[in-house]
């Protein structure tokens, strides 16, 4: 448990096709089960956020991204703990994203966003990709 002195960082990717993005469905027996998010996870310690990327990335979805520039940054506070979410666009160059660590992957349009369910800490993002021209 985390308090708001000593948040959870976690690193979450934004990766964009074809004028969609990657969102994926946690898992119900999970902390927020059942809601969709954007891919990635806690950063471990002495690891950076890029890195924990990566990493995350190829262990719940088999897929490889390259890491790009920060294109948020949120702390949120839950009941029971405090999130410090960074997250990064990402390109990915190898693999079709498998759910192997989530329930469900889908590719979103930014219409179709407002059709998913996502934890209250990702609501300044969504605010944010509204208004972005997705690649």
């Not at 469900?104 to 934890?119: I, M, N």
Request: aromatic share 10%.
């Amino acid at each position: 448990m985390s308090d708001g002195k000593n948040p959870i960082d976690v690193a979450a990717a934004l990766v964009f096709r074809n004028g969609r993005v990657l969102i994926t469905q946690r898992c119900a027996d999970s902390h927020l089960g059942g809601l969709w998010e954007f891919p990635g996870g806690k950063r471990e310690p002495g690891e950076t956020f890029e890195k924990c990327l990566v990493r995350e990335l190829r262990e719940e979805l088999g897929i490889e991204v390259k890491v790009s520039g920060l294109f948020e940054e949120i702390t949120h506070v839950y009941a029971d703990k405090t999130v410090h979410l960074k997250f990064f666009c990402c390109e990915l160059f190898d693999g079709e994203p498998q759910p192997l660590g989530c329930a469900a992957v889908k590719w979103a349009g930014k219409p179709e966003l407002a059709d998913y369910d996502f934890p209250a800490a990702d609501a300044r993002l969504l605010d944010k990709l509204r208004v972005y021209s997705f690649p």
